[in-house]
């Protein structure tokens, strides 16, 4: 496998991971997407087969509310993407640590490794798996 498969192969199962979570159907993103494409195509990003166009990307990320950064596959794993804004806003007081560290970021996007939510969830004091969907809640566009 070359870099460039390797990529697209790691790239298709943050996209698979992305629609599961927006619980769509390939037949769905691929209907909503402009201009919409056959259910065969979005299979073909998922699996690595096939090489994902950029414009593409962007609209499979709008359709499923997540930032295209949320889907880009790193060295450091998944990783779940926030803007900041929406984390200083958050009301749930368990988030209030964690709201007034993203303070810093101004109006950038952040991103949270796994490693990096285990760490917030020990400060906010909840199980990693309930601060991952939290943030998944709040960073759906």
Request: glycine share 6%; net charge positive.
């Amino acid at each position: 496998m070359t870099f460039d498969r390797t990529f697209q192969v790691r790239l298709g199962k943050n996209m698979r991971i992305a629609r599961a979570e927006a619980m769509l159907t390939r037949e769905q993103v691929g209907e909503r997407m402009l201009p919409p494409v056959k259910e065969p195509t979005v299979r073909s990003w998922e699996a690595g087969e096939r090489s994902t166009p950029t414009f593409r990307l962007v609209d499979f990320c709008r359709v499923v509310g997540r930032p295209v950064a949320a889907v880009i596959p790193t060295d450091d794993g998944p990783a779940q993407v926030i803007h900041a804004p929406r984390l200083v806003l958050a009301e749930d007081p368990k988030l209030q640590p964690l709201a007034a560290w993203a303070r810093g970021y101004g109006r950038d996007l952040i991103r949270l490794t796994p490693e990096a939510i285990a760490v917030a969830a020990e400060l906010c004091g909840v199980k990693p798996d309930w601060l991952r969907r939290r943030l998944l809640k709040m960073q759906r566009i």
